[in-house]
């Protein structure tokens, strides 16, 4: 098991990747689907 400080909610990084992106232009439509096995 991970340490408990390891195991926080990355809800601010994820917010802070789409406002960088919504910045730089990026934007997708509102039918936009989640991949949650998508390979990285």
């Known amino acids: 098991m991970p ?4 195991c926080t909610d990355n809800a601010a ?3 802070s990747a789409g406002y ?6 990026n ?3 509102l039918n936009l689907n ?3 096995n998508l390979k990285l």
């Open 3 to 6: 340490d408990l400080k390891l």
């Open 20 to 25: 960088y992106n919504y910045i730089a232009g």
């Open 27 to 29: 934007k997708s439509e």
């Open 13 to 15: 990084m994820i917010a």
């Open 34 to 36: 989640a991949i949650p």
